[in-house]
């Protein structure tokens, strides 16, 4: 019998995004769970500046020293067969890397061009939920040009849904950038460092109450993890998602009425298919006290998948190990290249 070739498969990881440090902590735990007999793995570190680095240099960025080289224009290894991009953030979860991977007619796996971009773009994720009638919560939208043209203004209109409230970068993640304002004399300096890190921002209105994860994998049928659910002393900021990790998540949940917990289930399989998402994704709740009623926060196309995770620990429990999971997404990558070429066969890329 003979053995199956391991594919060559490129991962990319790091980048010019404020996630570059946890997209390197989840290329790790990706790279440990390839299996190495199905794929012959190549590097591809992209600095924080946006150099795309050779196989030497990426391996020094994974291990948190100097890359030693600036890096060149994207580029993908002689050879490659699909592309796993671990990124995290702007320029990479975005769809501005999925775009190129797709003009250059290489599988990819996870969310295309457009569905990543939905997913990353907050406001335009609600309006998209909320116009299909899944509930998400209300928003105030404010620019930087407002915030400059008038501030006292932008303040106002911040504080008139109510406090407290949170106020966030449009599109970013990991918490950066975001605050919770409890009181009317923090919101200039809120707006003004969400607005440090995107032009955009938006302000909701706290939802008091539980929070939720639910992992999507794409598949016939789509494959909706149970929801996990994150413990946190006041909210999930990125000092207790990364650094003194005092968020707890707990899987399997325990209390969650089973309607809650359907209705979630429910509303993630629906957000997937309506952000038009592909491969993975997690959808993010709040359920708020006493009501129950269920809040989408946020849609991650491309989860973390470090090794403390919610989106890995949800699908092992879902009955997909690790290793499973990142074969199929592969697979899927494979497969949608596969029936997009008999529908239009463009161009081969230089280097394939
Ligand atoms: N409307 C809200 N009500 C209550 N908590 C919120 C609200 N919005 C955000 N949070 C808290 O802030 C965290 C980060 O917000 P999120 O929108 O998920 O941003 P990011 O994309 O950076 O993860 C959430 O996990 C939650 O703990
Ligand atoms: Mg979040």
């Known amino acids: ?3 199956p070739e391991a594919l060559p498969l490129a991962v990319l990881f790091g980048g010019r995004s404020e996630e570059h440090e946890v997209s390197l902590q989840s290329a790790k735990t990706v790279l440990d769970n390839l299996d190495p007999r199905k794929y012959q793995v190549h590097l591809v570190g992209i600095t924080r500046e946006g150099g795309w680095l050779g196989p030497e240099a990426s391996q020094r960025l994974l291990e948190g020293k100097d890359p030693a080289e600036a890096g060149s224009a994207p580029y993908l290894p002689a050879g490659t067969r699909c592309v796993f991009p671990v990124l995290h953030g702007p320029h990479g979860e975005d769809g501005l890397i999925q775009g190129w991977l797709e003009l250059q007619g290489v599988p990819v796996v996870g969310s295309g061009s457009v569905g990543s971009h939905l997913a990353m773009d907050k ?3 609600k309006l998209v939920l909320r116009y299909q009638g899944l509930s998400v919560p209300s928003w105030t939208e404010i620019t930087r040009e407002q915030f400059q043209a008038n501030p006292e203004e932008a303040i106002q209109r911040a504080i008139a849904r109510g406090l407290p409230c949170f106020v966030k970068p449009n599109r970013l993640g990991s918490s950066v950038g975001i605050s919770r304002v409890a009181e009317e004399d923090q919101m200039a300096a809120a707006l003004a ?3 440090q890190h995107d032009d955009r921002l938006l302000v909701e209105p706290e939802v008091p109450g539980r929070e939720f994860e639910v992992a999507v ?7 909706v ?5 994150i413990i946190s002393e006041q909210w999930y900021d990125y000092e207790s998602k990364y650094q003194n ?3 707890r998540l707990v899987a ?3 209390n969650l009425h089973q309607s809650a917990r359907s209705k979630m289930m429910r509303m993630a399989a629906e957000a997937f298919r309506l952000l038009r998402l592909s491969g993975l994704a997690r959808v993010d709740f709040r359920v708020k006290d006493h009501s129950g009623q269920v809040f989408i926060n946020e849609v991650n196309s491309l989860p973390g998948f470090t090794s403390i995770s919610m989106y890995p620990r949800l699908m092992e429990l879902a009955g997909v190990p690790l290793p499973a999971q990142l074969d199929r997404l592969v697979q899927l990558a494979l497969r949608k290249q596969l029936a997009a070429a008999t529908q239009s066969a463009p161009p081969q890329a230089a280097l394939l």
Not at 217 to 223: A, D
Not at 225 to 229: R, V
């Open 225 to 229: 993890s149970e929801p996990g659910e």
């Open 1 to 3: 019998m003979s053995v």
């Open 193 to 195: 460092l969400a607005l």
């Open 123 to 125: 406001i335009l994720s």
């Open 245 to 247: 990790q005092s968020a």
């Open 217 to 223: 994998m794409e598949g016939e049928p789509l494959l």
């Open 252 to 254: 399997p949940v325990e």
